[in-house]
């Protein structure tokens, strides 16, 4: 059965970090690509960043570049999504999902076809 479990969220302080864990299972993950995506309370879920099946391309929306990291160990069967300097506006409910079977990756939803049940972000004082 596929799974995708996000797990690693919490409250944290502005300026503060955390590390997002999606653990795969029930299919063969590095020939997938996966993405992180968000939604904010009141907005829709929109797109973070991704990475591709073997890892060697990842995307990133303009917003957390520079601040987010995405990467996996295929050998764990696990995408990280590391989040530094994270902002309040980063507040929001982080799903994972399987994409594509690409060398590349891509955040349009439309691609994905499984998703975890994600994982509550607070970035408050």
């Known amino acids: 059965q596929l799974q995708l479990v996000e797990s690693g969220g919490g409250l944290v302080q502005p300026g503060g970090s955390l590390r997002l864990s999606c653990a795969a299972s029930?299919?063969?993950?590095?020939?997938?690509?996966i993405g992180w995506f968000r939604q904010a309370p009141g907005k829709e879920r929109e797109g973070a960043l991704c990475?591709?099946?073997?890892?060697?391309?990842?995307y990133e929306l303009g917003s957390v570049k520079g601040r987010f990291t995405i990467s996996r160990n295929n050998a764990e069967n696990t995408v990280y999504l590391q989040m530094n300097s994270l902002k309040p506006e980063d507040t929001g409910i982080y799903y994972c999902?399987?994409?594509?079977?690409?060398?590349?990756?891509?955040?349009?939803?439309?691609?994905?076809?499984?998703w975890g049940q994600g994982t509550q972000v607070t970035v408050s004082s």
């Open positions: 999902a399987r994409g594509p079977r690409t060398t590349w990756c891509t955040i349009d939803q439309g691609e994905y076809t499984d």
């Open positions: 029930g299919f063969t993950s590095d020939l997938y690509s």
């Open positions: 990475i591709s099946a073997g890892g060697h391309f990842t």
